[in-house]
């Protein structure tokens, strides 16, 4: 088993950083992909970044992209989202995920789960 713990969210201005964190353990040498996904009441869980392997890739939703990084600690397997420019559409539950595999876009083919964190926009 997989233990996926998030952190750094709160309240921020239009045009504001936060960085989350989310930080693995158990059973983590098996991981491959670590991401970050998001979700508004009331509608479908959304991606938002992934990074892959251990020096792999990284992917990004296009409505992120240019403003959010994702980044990985191998060391202390712990992923980050660094989120600059935020406007209030980007105000939401983030969630941490992890798998086995390689990066994919759907949430179901994710293993493990953070609880996830609240960052609220205001405009």
């Known amino acids: 088993q997989v233990q996926l713990v998030e952190s750094g969210g709160g309240l921020v201005q239009a045009g504001g950083s936060l960085r989350l964190s989310c930080a693995a353990s158990g059973r983590t040498f098996s991981i491959a992909t670590m991401a970050w996904f998001r979700q508004v009441p009331g509608q479908e869980r959304e991606f938002v970044a992934a990074s892959s392997w251990r020096y792999g890739p990284t992917y990004y939703a296009d409505s992120v992209k240019g403003r959010f990084t994702i980044s990985r600690d191998n060391a202390r397997i712990t992923a980050y989202l660094q989120m600059n420019g935020l406007k209030p559409e980007d105000t939401a539950v983030y969630y941490c995920?992890?798998?086995?595999?390689?990066?994919?876009?759907?949430?179901?083919?994710?293993?493990?789960w953070g609880q996830g964190t609240q960052v609220t926009v205001s405009s």
């Open positions: 995920a992890a798998r086995w595999g390689a990066y994919v876009l759907n949430d179901y083919e994710y293993d493990y």
